[in-house]
């Protein structure tokens, strides 16, 4: 249930777990260089069991007897369940009639890759930025523009395309798009989803116009103005259904990656020299099912990975996030944030029931992108114009498509269209 890592008591009530009740426990983990379980099992104080334990480890490890077998005529009284954030939180006990070895799970692995349904990955598929030549780019942008206004234009970005860099990004792609939508004046971007993300990108051919809707943004900001909302596939449903999530982050190095972290304790220090930053996201579940859901999310600050970052406050995680889904463990179905400095980018990984929904296999999560899509963009009064502008963009046919195989509907604030 936790890796080796968790080597003792101490640094497992660290990850947000808590085990009570005066009875010796004892805290049994796989080998150094295995990927394993920790069992926590309780014995009557008299009994000498380490021994025993560590005997009965190896033995279920490496297959020589079940773990049923291993348990049966022992003085184990039970596996207790450890539970997350408040020591109040009822614990239950799980008897080891009903504690499956590892056998099954190797049958659910092949019945998920023999499953005859299909994957995003086959129909509709995902587009490979990478394959795709710097003609191949443009025409897919010039045929995802979802708003044309002059001096505006919004197109429905893939996810995947950066907006600056060395390589093919947004801008070095902006002189062709311009010409491939037959412009006379140059683009420039005005407000743009992330990199990862899909979604909205709004662009201008007018740089007095850019400036006064960047000013707008700021006022809007302040007065903590709704600007931009995204939809997300979410593992895990936030609770409550609704409401706001307002913790500071900061970058922080973690080995050699930078990673943004909660704050949960900022001082006006933090703020002035810049080392935290405000952050507020407001929520809203919209659609629930198999243990995901369709969530709105609505930032009231700009920060990096804001937005995945208070989501796993929720103990939840994007669908497709192979950078912050390793801030979750999970103890008997059970979610808990794990430590800062524990925390690696690493591929997500998914139970077998939600896999076998997907007719994925763990193998291939790699290929998932992160289901966060910019869909609405609110912009203010600008030109002749007199009330603001709604522009939407509909999620990717990839994103859809996962909505159905989760059950997920797809609800009005997706399927709304472009107001003007």
């Known amino acids: 249930l936790l890796p080796y890592s968790a080597r003792d008591l101490g640094s497992i009530l660290t990850t947000g777990a808590v085990c009570t009740e005066a009875v ?3 805290f049994v983990r796989s080998p150094r260089d295995r990927v394993g379980f ?16 560590n005997q009965m480890w190896k ?13 049966q005529g022992q003085s184990c009284l039970f596996v207790r369940r450890l539970v997350t954030n408040l020591a109040s939180c009822p ?4 008897p080891r009639s009903n504690i499956k070895p590892k056998g099954p799970m190797h049958k659910q692995r092949q019945h998920v890759k ?9 129909d509709p598929g995902i587009p490979v930025l990478r394959k795709l030549t710097r003609q191949g780019l443009v025409e897919l942008l010039a045929s995802s523009v979802v708003y044309q206004e002059y001096p505006l234009i919004g197109i429905n970005k893939p996810a995947g395309l950066s907006i600056t860099g060395r390589d093919l990004c947004l801008i070095s792609l902006l002189p062709d798009l311009q010409q491939q939508l037959q412009l006379s004046e140059k683009l420039h971007v005005v407000k743009a989803s992330h990199r990862d993300h899909s979604g909205l990108v709004l662009l201008s051919t007018c740089h007095q116009t850019t400036q006064h809707i960047e000013n707008a943004f700021i006022q809007a900001r302040r007065k903590k103005e709704v600007i931009t909302s995204y939809c997300a596939v979410t593992v895990g449903v936030p609770e409550p259904e609704a409401g706001e999530i307002n913790i500071a982050l900061k970058q922080q190095s973690i080995g050699e990656q930078k990673m943004v972290v909660p704050e949960f304790h900022p001082t006006a220090g933090n703020f002035r020299r810049k080392e935290a930053k405000k952050a507020i996201t407001r929520y809203k579940v919209l659609d629930a099912a198999n243990g995901c859901a369709l969530v709105q999310l609505q930032p009231l600050a700009t920060f990096e990975s804001m937005l995945e970052v208070h989501l ?4 939840c995680t994007v669908l497709g996030d192979h950078v912050y889904s390793g801030c ?8 808990f944030r794990l430590p800062v400095e524990s925390v690696i980018p690493r591929t997500q990984v998914l139970d ?14 790699w290929k998932m992108p992160i289901h966060l899509h910019l869909q609405r963009l609110t912009i203010p009064p600008f030109g002749t114009k007199k009330s603001e502008t709604v522009v939407t963009a509909a999620p990717l046919p990839y994103f859809s498509r996962n909505l159905e195989l989760l059950g997920l509907t797809k609800n009005e604030f997706v399927e709304e269209s472009t107001k003007k």
Do not use: F
């Open 24 to 26: 010796s426990t004892e």
């Open 38 to 53: 920790l069992w926590v099992l309780q014995y009557p104080p008299t009994l000498q069991r380490r021994d025993r334990v």
């Open 59 to 71: 033995q279920i490890y490496v297959g020589t007897v079940t773990l049923t077998s291993t348990m």
């Open 91 to 94: 614990l239950s006990t799980v």
């Open 114 to 122: 023999s499953s005859k349904g299909v994957s995003i990955l086959q």
């Open 312 to 315: 796993t406050l929720k103990l």
């Open 328 to 335: 979750l463990g999970k103890v008997l179905d059970v979610p």
């Open 352 to 365: 077998e029931t939600l896999l076998q929904k997907l007719h994925m296999d763990q193998n291939h999560m």
